[in-house]
């Protein structure tokens, strides 16, 4: 014989406050797979898109790209001028620069600003002239510079820079690429500790009178092999 189990009312009530709890739990892990499983799918679908992207190689125009270059006299005034690149290539997949290689030539150093001369009485090829001594790049030594770019994650290329036959690690701050089958233009800024590439001007002020920094605009356009 079967005995007839009998529930009260009130344990009833808690069973299927139970139940009901139960059923809210098992929805809501359902949705929470859902959700990080469209995510995962996005995320992936991008990386594969990148990943199957096939890598171009961009070569550099020396006539349409430019350099400008910032250097400044604590407290005083600075000085800017451009810089010729001499030859340079940029490897790319999709959006993201795989590599590259931006060869300038420190011969072509030119002053644009001219107020500083004003007071002095100088002009600025006395300026040229001082940066190419061994003051500062020793040009006569070491007539290029690079960078050589290494990676590229967000809006930061990592490369190895190049200087006076020394070369440091940098980073240069990209904005406003653009990157198509056919060409590739954008812009980056760059700016290097000086006395990291023996840059030190002997100076009755003990070099102090010199900003350290000094800021590269780097302005590229170059089209694909």
């Not at 001594?133 to 190895?160: C, M, N, R, W």
Request: one cysteine or more.
């Amino acid at each position: 014989m079967f005995c007839k189990t009998s529930i009260k009312p009130e344990n009833r009530k808690i069973m299927k406050r139970n139940y009901a709890t139960i059923l809210a739990a098992g929805a809501l892990l359902i949705l929470s797979a859902c959700g990080t499983s469209g995510t995962k799918s996005e995320e992936t679908t991008e990386e594969k898109s990148n990943a199957n992207a096939t890598e171009v190689k961009y070569m550099v125009s020396d006539e349409s790209s430019t350099v400008a270059w910032l250097g400044e006299v604590a407290g005083v005034y600075s000085h800017n001028g451009v810089i010729d690149i001499s030859e340079g290539a940029v490897m790319a997949k999709g959006e993201t620069i795989t590599g590259g290689n931006i060869v300038i030539d420190m011969t072509t150093i030119q002053p644009l600003d001219t107020a500083s001369y004003t007071a002095s009485g100088k002009k600025p090829q006395d300026l040229v002239d001082h940066l190419t001594t061994d003051d500062f790049f020793l040009v006569k030594e070491y007539p290029t510079a690079s960078f050589k770019i290494k990676s590229h994650k967000g809006d930061q290329l990592i490369g190895d820079l190049t200087i006076r036959g020394i070369t440091k690690e940098a980073s240069a701050t990209v904005s406003g690429l653009e990157v198509s089958p056919k060409a590739l233009k954008g812009s980056a800024k760059l700016v290097f500790n000086r006395q990291d590439f023996d840059v030190k001007w002997v100076h009755y002020m003990k070099d102090m009178v010199l900003s350290d920094d000094i800021t590269l605009d780097i302005n590229l356009s170059a089209s694909a092999m």
